[in-house]
């Protein structure tokens, strides 16, 4: 087996380069890279534009820009997507530029007092999700409820703000599940064991969308793998790491890590063998975390290797008992899909998935091997639905109009379900699929197996 190492240097997500680089970056100016740019997309202006970027990171480095509010506005609006790393036929690595620039961006004096402070609460809620429950309990009689759709047809939500108003469109349904880490520490494998693994359960994730760790845990197990979940794990760092908080990034990567480390080892609750893989189920998660070399500053002996866990199960393999024992998956009339009438899925490609890791043929496959499901392509897969991390809350405007051009680009394709690997445009496309004349369910990939093995619907 042969699972990607750790971001292999020069990957996309690797560590940005020192001075010199964006001098001598091979940029062209051949503008391929704009039609696939999300922010050039919405706003339609150069400075919005990769090129843009680019052609402002060399005027700053070389003295003749300054890096002031106004500026520093054009890099923001960038949404860290790398569409354009993919698409550039010179081989430019704006994803190194940006990453570059990114913790130069939170100097005080380039935000208002108001988006210092929406920052910071930010920062302080979503990585810690003990403390984002906290503040969700008194919401779950609002959450998913009429009242939440009478609060939002009344336009109350606005009253509070733009951002508040964004913050509040993703808010889900919350099951008391989301609720409760009340996994062991250790799963067994179901029959013969094959594989040990580690699982991060992400921050938003495990609370905003529970039933996906579920699911993978379960389908893990039934394919012979044994998991590893340490209780105390929080947040890997991908959203302060995509917003060039760095110290921060830091601090939960090594938090992350260490909580690893009280489980494995003699004598500790999850036994001594190293893990083969860290598996994680939200694919901005992933693209961090391959990237722990360079943010870590060293390779952590207890990571093993990172990889996302359709990559994984795709190179492994289902186990022949799980393939076999796969259904098909029911219509939305209840009828099983059929070689005359299959399950028509539409397969949206996170950006970090997709543009960050290069895995766009795996999740394919896997989904591939549930009996009559057909995949239809979106037209404009490759361009970001506007959730980017914390990109919908702080420009709410723009990835409002990214969120309803990818719904009805998926709802396009007559599929009549949308799958997502990445719980950011999971809650950024149901919410924009609201708006759709043919709104698609939203379903992450791993559920669907699960699902098809006899898992809850
Ligand atoms: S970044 Fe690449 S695609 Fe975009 S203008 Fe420069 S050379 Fe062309
Ligand atoms: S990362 Fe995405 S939004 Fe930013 S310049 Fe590249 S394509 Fe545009």
């Given at each position: 087996m042969s699972l990607p190492s750790i971001a292999a240097s020069g990957s996309p997500g690797a560590a940005a380069p020192g001075a010199g680089f964006i001098a001598a970056?091979?940029?062209?100016?051949?503008?391929?890279c704009l039609p696939t740019c999300a922010s050039y997309r919405v706003l339609a202006t150069e400075m919005d534009s990769p090129r843009g970027r680019i052609h402002a990171l060399k005027a700053i480095d070389a003295g003749e820009l300054v890096l002031d509010a106004t500026v520093a506005k054009h890099f923001d609006s960038c949404l860290g997507c790398f569409a354009c790393v993919t698409a550039c036929p010179a081989g430019v690595r704006y994803d190194q530029l940006i990453e570059t620039m990114r913790p130069r961006l939170n100097a005080p004096e380039l935000r208002s007092p108001a988006q210092r402070v929406f920052r910071r609460l930010i920062f302080a809620l979503l990585p810690y999700p003990q403390r984002l429950r906290a503040l969700l309990a008194p919401l779950r009689a609002y959450a998913g409820t009429p009242l939440q759709a009478l609060a939002r047809r009344s336009g109350l939500t606005r009253l509070f703000g733009p951002q508040v108003a964004a913050m509040e469109k993703l808010l889900p349904p919350l099951p008391e599940q989301a609720f409760r880490d009340d996994w062991p520490v250790l799963v067994p494998a179901?029959?013969?064991?094959r594989r040990r693994v580690g699982l991060v359960l992400g921050c938003v994730q495990r609370v905003f969308e529970p039933g996906v760790n579920a699911a993978a845990i379960r389908v893990l197990a039934a394919n012979g793998i044994e998991v590893v979940i340490p209780p105390d794990q929080g947040c890997c760092g991908a959203m302060t790491h995509h917003q060039g908080e760095l110290a921060q990034t830091r601090e939960l990567a090594t938090a992350l890590m260490s909580s690893f480390e009280a489980v494995?080892?003699?004598?500790?609750?999850?036994?001594p063998e190293p893990l083969e893989a860290l598996l994680v189920a939200a694919s901005g998660c992933g693209h961090t975390m391959k990237s722990y070399g360079e943010i870590l500053g060293s390779r952590h002996p207890l990571l093993g290797r990172v990889a996302d866990i359709q990559e994984f199960l795709d190179e492994v393999g289902l186990s022949d008992s799980f393939q076999a024992a796969l259904r098909p998956l029911p219509h939305g009339d209840g009828t099983a899909a059929s070689a005359e009438r299959p399950l028509e899925l539409a397969y949206h490609d996170a950006c970090h998935q997709?543009?960050?890791?290069?895995?766009?043929?795996q999740p394919r496959r896997l989904l591939g091997r549930i009996p009559h499901v057909r995949i239809r392509e979106a037209t404009e897969a490759g361009v970001c639905c506007g959730s980017a991390g914390i990109y919908n809350l702080m420009q709410p405007e723009e990835a409002a109009e990214l969120g309803r051009i990818k719904a009805a680009d998926l709802s396009g394709t007559g599929a009549a379900l949308a799958v997502s690997a990445n719980i950011g445009c999971t809650l950024q496309i149901r919410q924009a699929m609201e708006g759709q004349a043919r709104p698609l369910p939203v379903l992450h990939p791993i559920e669907l197996l699960d699902r098809s093995y006899g898992g809850p619907a």
């Open positions: 970056d091979p940029c062209v100016h051949c503008g391929f179901r029959g013969p064991r494995i080892g003699p004598g500790k609750a999850a036994g997709l543009h960050g890791q290069g895995l766009a043929a």
